[in-house]
């Protein structure tokens, strides 16, 4: 069983429901994640490995299969909406029953969609003949928390104040 990633979405206030193939753990009207990315850079010297300056964070990055969320997202996207997200993370769990649990969970408050990407693939190549056509969403945000679920540790974190 792979790991998953599944977000729950608001613009404007609003949910933003998707059509996940995965239903139990109440994962069924989130967005599926076929992809997840999300990094913070520091700058740093060279020499001595000191900070220069703050923290940077990249646009989160999703790649989602085309679902009755699409226009939605477009909407949103188009109209500057502010955002509001949870990437919920599951995992086989550790005890082995065949069973999965949420492990990790990344939330961005006061966010914006950037862009939006989609993609058809190519149906005469074989590699990529049998995948769906998705998108490739990127979100940009001014806070973020990181919570490891089994542990409660967590770090949240603002672009906007100096640290």
Not at 30 to 54: H, N, P, Q, W
Not at 116 to 126: A, G, N
Request: hydrophobic share 35%.
């Amino acid at each position: 069983m792979a790991e998953t990633v599944h977000l729950y979405l608001k613009a404007n206030g609003t949910d933003i429901q998707g059509e996940s193939t995965q239903v139990s753990l109440g994962r069924g009207d989130s967005i599926e994640c076929l992809y997840f990315e999300d990094s913070v850079r520091t700058a740093r010297e060279k020499g001595s490995g000191m900070a220069t300056g703050r923290r940077t964070f990249e646009p989160i990055v999703i790649r989602k299969r085309i679902d009755k969320s699409s226009p939605l997202l477009a909407k949103a996207l188009c109209n500057n909406e502010v955002i509001e997200a949870s990437f919920k993370f599951f995992r086989p769990s550790p005890s082995g029953d065949g069973t999965t649990e949420h492990f990790f969970t990344v939330e961005i408050g006061e966010g914006r969609l950037a862009s939006i990407e989609r993609v058809s693939p190519d149906t005469i190549d074989p590699a990529s003949a049998l995948e769906p056509p998705s998108e490739r969403v990127a979100m940009v945000f001014h806070n973020v928390t990181w919570t490891y679920e089994a542990t409660g540790a967590s770090h949240h974190d603002n672009w906007r104040e100096n640290q």
